[in-house]
């Protein structure tokens, strides 16, 4: 599958975005999806994750209560809402994709992912 991840871009501090991520093909509901982020100088680390169903989803503890994973597989596209902004949070954006037999299984690592989207760049400002 490919992936097209958008919706970056400049916020201050407290704002919001919405990330997407468009799926190429026609079997998008078959994958688990991720969200990913990788800041300047330091390592890639999870974000968010979404079972093939939608029915659960898992949050990192450093955004949860601010950022929520959803999908609409009707649209073959999965979205990161970004609430209350920090600085901390600037870095690039990765959706990832995972074809699962298992209908309410998420993944949170990133080896357990095999498509990668190209990113996109949030930057918050103080």
């Known amino acids: 599958v490919q992936l097209q991840a958008c919706g970056g871009g400049f916020v201050q501090a407290g704002g919001s975005l919405r990330l997407s991520c468009a799926a190429s093909?026609?079997?998008?509901?078959?994958?688990?999806m991720g969200w990913f982020r990788q800041a300047p100088g330091k390592e890639r680390e999870f974000v968010a994750a979404?079972?093939?169903?939608?029915?659960?989803?898992y949050i990192a503890d450093s955004v949860k209560g601010r950022f929520a994973i959803s999908r609409d597989n009707t649209q073959n596209t999965v979205y990161l809402q970004m609430n209350s902004l920090k600085p901390d949070d600037t870095a690039v954006y990765y959706c990832?994709?995972?074809?699962?037999?298992?209908?309410?299984?998420?993944?949170?690592?990133?080896?357990?992912?095999?498509?990668w989207g190209q990113g996109t760049l949030v930057t918050v400002s103080s």
């Open positions: 093909g026609r079997t998008f509901g078959t994958y688990a």
């Open positions: 979404i079972a093939r169903s939608g029915s659960r989803a």
């Open positions: 990832a994709a995972r074809r699962s037999s298992l209908y309410i299984t998420y993944y949170s690592r990133s080896d357990e992912y095999d498509s």
